[in-house]
C-alpha cells in the first residue's frame, strides 16, 4: 500500500494569504502546505480522501492519471470544493465517480453539485458523481481495499476516518478520539492524525494531544497533518517521539505485511 500526502495544511493551506509570520516565509519545502488530502493506492485501487480546493494542483505535482474512488470525511469547504475537477477522470472512464460519505455529507453534495448528482451529466465534460452513504463502524470495500470507517468529534459535528486494510488509517478534524475508536486502531501499521498546533483548539487535536493518542494506539509511525501555519516542521519534528514524525506535502510511505518504506 502506498500513501501519497497530496496536502497538509489547514482549511487557509500555507503559507496564508496576506501573512508574513516565519512558517509562511519559511524557505522550508516541508512548511508549504495545501489543503488536506491523501492519495491510497493498493493493487489496482487508488482511492482518494477528501477532494480539496487544491486539487487540480496537488493532482497535476503528484502525476495522478487514476482515481476509482473518493471518500469524504466531511463537506467542509476544504475537504470538498475539488469536486468539481473529478470531471477529467469520470470522462475519460465514461463512468460516475463512487463517492462515499456519511448521509449528512451524501446530502451536502447533492445540494452543493446538483449537476454532478444526475444520472446523466447535462453535458460530457461535467463531473459525474455516484454517491454512497457510509456510516460509522462500517466495513465496504474498493476494489481489493477492505476499508472501514470510523466516527470522529469535530467540534459539535461528526467526521469519519478510515482504515486501510489494516495498514493504514487516516484521521484529520477531529479534537477527540474515543477509546474504542482507539482500540479498532490497534494494530494499523501507519497512523494519519490531525495535529493542528500546540494551542488548544476547540475541534482539533494539539499536537500533544495527537502524541498521546499515537502511544495509545501504538502505530509503528504516526503522521501528524492538518497542520496550521504556528508549526514548523523542522523545529517542531525535533521534540517529537521517534515514532511521531510531520506529514510535508508529497510525502510517499509504504506500508507492506507491517513493514514501512
Not at 525535533?238 to 514501512?260: C, K, M, S
Request: charged residues 20%; negative net charge.
Amino acid at each position: 500500500m502506498r500513501i501519497t500526502f497530496l496536502g497538509t495544511g489547514t482549511s487557509h493551506g500555507i503559507p496564508m494569504i496576506g501573512c508574513d509570520c516565519a512558517v509562511c516565509r519559511s524557505d522550508d519545502p516541508r512548511n508549504k502546505r495545501l489543503r488536506p488530502s491523501v492519495l491510497v493506492e493498493s493493487g489496482s485501487a487508488h482511492i482518494l480522501v477528501d477532494a480539496t480546493p487544491d486539487l487540480r494542483t496537488q493532482a497535476l505535482r503528484a502525476g495522478i492519471r487514476q482515481i476509482d474512488a473518493v471518500l469524504l470525511t466531511h463537506t467542509h469547504a476544504d475537504h470538498i470544493l475539488g469536486l468539481d475537477d473529478l470531471r477529467v477522470f469520470t470522462e475519460r472512464a465514461g463512468q460516475a465517480m463512487p463517492v462515499y460519505g456519511s448521509a449528512n455529507s451524501v446530502a451536502d453534495i447533492e445540494r452543493m453539485f446538483p449537476y454532478a448528482c444526475t444520472d446523466r451529466p447535462a453535458w460530457p465534460s461535467l463531473p459525474s458523481l455516484s454517491l454512497r452513504t457510509v456510516e460509522p463502524n462500517q466495513d465496504f470495500a474498493i476494489g481489493e481495499v477492505k476499508t472501514r470507517s470510523l466516527g470522529l468529534p469535530h467540534g459539535r459535528m461528526n467526521v469519519l476516518g478510515f482504515i486501510f486494510g489494516g495498514a493504514f488509517a487516516y484521521l484529520t478534524d477531529c479534537n477527540a478520539i474515543a477509546p474504542a475508536v482507539v482500540q479498532s486502531l490497534k494494530g494499523v501499521t501507519v497512523l494519519a492524525l490531525d495535529g493542528l498546533r500546540h494551542r488548544p483548539h476547540p475541534t482539533h487535536l494539539t499536537i500533544e494531544a495527537a502524541c498521546e493518542i499515537a502511544g495509545q494506539v501504538g502505530a509503528k509511525l504516526t503522521l501528524l497533518t492538518h497542520l496550521c501555519h504556528e508549526v514548523d516542521h523542522a523545529s517542531a519534528e525535533r521534540d517529537l517521539p521517534a515514532t511521531v514524525r510531520i506529514a510535508y506535502d508529497g510525502l510517499q510511505i509504504e506500508a507492506n505485511n507491517g513493514e514501512i518504506h
